[in-house]
């Protein structure tokens, strides 16, 4: 997989290596603005839990303005804590064919200008925090502690998985919080159901590297999984699926909600199916389609909040 000058192995013919400027593409590069997929996987728990407070508050749609700073916070967090990611892994990224034309192992951006860009993002991401309740300021800001480990957590551990986890599924405790300016059973629920989502998605997308990953130290659950990959899905999104249906069951969700987990564990059943650990495109496809699978789930809960108040 080799990039052309300039550009990134595994993203290429994006908006990013046509349409911008030429000068800001290894930034937008760096907060992987040209794959904006790891921001919508950021989103999708934040969007979650706001609609599930909008159904058990018995509101009729969650609030637009949380689901827009949402929306903002999580592009911007996320290309903060993929800059930082970058910065720490240097090394190692130089080491594996897919990363190794990232802008900071490719020489396209200086470790100083990288940790500028990343202190830039992060204030665009608190000037959003501030717009919600002082609780849920705290809740943001206590997140910082599990992205600043997690890019160490590959060279320690077999699971470092459960750390983006706990991380990328912050948002499920931050909707409710900024409705209701505390946490409860439903929020925490649906924090743990997304965390064993997190699981799942990434030992898929873990797989592209996992050659590169044995040869130089780094440990993932698709190493640890190995040939038992399959099982292993089946068992994390089995148990999302679970949790995420009672964290609708204590808000007092009705059947639309229902539907939606239905849905959402009929799309998770068929990338299992898809999946193919041997071909790293299929696994790269197969981790892209959560985000679909993240919609279907969004769109069962605001369809429940909506009809529940018409009917």
Not at 136 to 156: D, E, H, N, Q, W
Request: aromatic letters at 12%; proline letters at 4%; glycine letters at 8%.
């Amino acid at each position: 997989m080799n990039a052309a000058p300039g550009t990134v192995a595994d993203a290429t013919g994006n908006w990013v290596d046509t349409i911008a400027p030429a000068w800001l593409r290894p930034y937008l590069r760096l907060a992987r603005l040209d794959r904006p997929i790891g921001s919508w996987l950021l989103l999708l728990p934040c969007w979650w839990s706001a609609a599930l407070a909008a159904v058990a508050a018995h509101a009729r749609a969650p609030s637009l303005a949380h689901l827009v700073l949402f929306c903002i916070g999580a592009f911007a967090m996320r290309g903060a804590g993929c800059t930082w990611n970058d910065i720490v892994d240097r090394d190692l990224d130089r080491a594996v064919e897919r990363t190794r034309s990232r802008p900071i192992p490719s020489g396209q951006v200086s470790v100083a200008q990288a940790a500028l860009f990343l202190v830039l993002q992060a204030l665009v991401g608190f000037a959003v925090l501030i717009g919600f309740n002082g609780f849920t300021v705290a809740l943001g800001i206590a997140s910082l502690a599990i992205v600043a480990v997690y890019p160490f957590m590959k060279r320690v551990t077999y699971w470092p998985q459960i750390v983006l986890g706990l991380a990328f599924s912050w948002g499920a405790l931050m909707g409710w919080a900024g409705a209701f300016g505390r946490l409860d059973w439903p929020a925490l629920l649906l924090y743990a159901g997304s965390i064993s989502w997190v699981i799942g998605y990434d030992t898929i997308y873990a797989h592209q590297d996992r050659e590169d990953d044995a040869l130089i130290g780094i440990k993932s659950t698709a190493l640890l999984f190995g040939e038992r990959t399959k099982p292993m899905l089946a068992l994390f999104y089995g148990v999302a699926v679970v949790l995420i249906a009672a964290a609708g069951y204590l808000a007092h969700a009705g059947i639309v909600f229902t539907i939606g987990v239905l849905a959402f564990a009929a799309h998770l059943a068929w990338q299992i199916v898809r999946l193919d650990i041997a071909d790293p495109d299929n696994c790269l496809a197969v981790f892209k389609s959560d985000r679909d699978a993240g919609l279907i789930l969004f769109a069962g809960l605001v369809l429940d909040a909506a009809l529940r108040n018409v009917i």
